[in-house]
């Protein structure tokens, strides 16, 4: 696996996976309002990724791909505040979980924040996503607010559904991605120069 910056040849492959994780997502009685929260995010942010989260210190955007070339994942982080980065839209393909990537991901997002000279990142995410929950919490985030979303923006489908906000003070110890390869098995992150 390969983490890179998203370029935009990403485009289809990234609106596509975000769109069918967000149907999945979806509970009985509300996939009108998961379809209308799909097509508010792709306006105001998936659909212009390369203007949305123009890359700067804090910023941008990554993909993973497998050896084929084959998106498994994506994230985002966009400013937090002056110390930190909030990490926005990661996700992983649903034939592709189980297999380190999110783990992989979080970790070149911390080293990411590292390089850029930020202290924290900040996340959210809803009661929708249990694996997601487990996983910030053993990587050791706080969780700092729990909310229940009411307004749909492009970060929330509101609805009543229920979201948890973390952070997490990162250390300078955070793993570089050549040593997230050796634990992980295969993957890299783009200039790591390693497998």
């Known amino acids: 696996m390969l983490i890179r910056a998203y370029e935009?040849?990403?485009d289809q492959a990234v609106q596509d996976l975000f769109v069918r994780v967000n149907r999945a997502l979806?509970?009985?009685?509300?996939?009108a309002a998961f379809d209308a929260y799909v097509a508010r995010s792709l306006?105001?942010?998936?659909?212009?990724?390369?203007?949305?989260?123009?890359?700067a210190a804090g910023r941008?955007?990554?993909v993973a791909t497998d050896p084929a070339g084959r998106l498994r994942g994506f994230?985002?982080?966009?400013?937090?505040g002056a110390d930190a980065a909030e990490l926005r839209r990661m996700y992983v393909a649903p034939e592709a979980r189980r297999q380190g990537i999110a783990r992989v991901m979080l970790a070149e997002a911390e080293r990411l924040c590292l390089a850029a000279g930020l202290s924290r990142l900040v996340l959210s995410t809803s009661e929708l996503q249990q694996p997601a929950l487990a996983l910030y919490r053993a990587a050791g985030y706080r969780q700092v607010q729990e909310e229940v979303a009411d307004a749909a923006s492009n970060k929330t489908?509101?609805?009543g559904i229920r979201r948890f906000h973390f952070e997490k003070?990162?250390?300078a110890e955070v793993p570089a991605p050549d040593q997230a390869d050796i634990c992980t098995g295969g993957f890299r992150s783009a200039g790591s120069g390693q497998t």
């Open 169 to 171: 003070h990162l250390a």
């Open 60 to 62: 941008g955007f990554w």
């Open 43 to 55: 306006q105001e942010e998936m659909g212009r990724i390369a203007a949305y989260y123009r890359p």
């Open 26 to 31: 979806a509970p009985p009685g509300q996939e």
């Open 75 to 80: 994230f985002g982080l966009e400013p937090a």
């Open 8 to 10: 935009p040849r990403d």
């Open 157 to 159: 489908i509101g609805g």
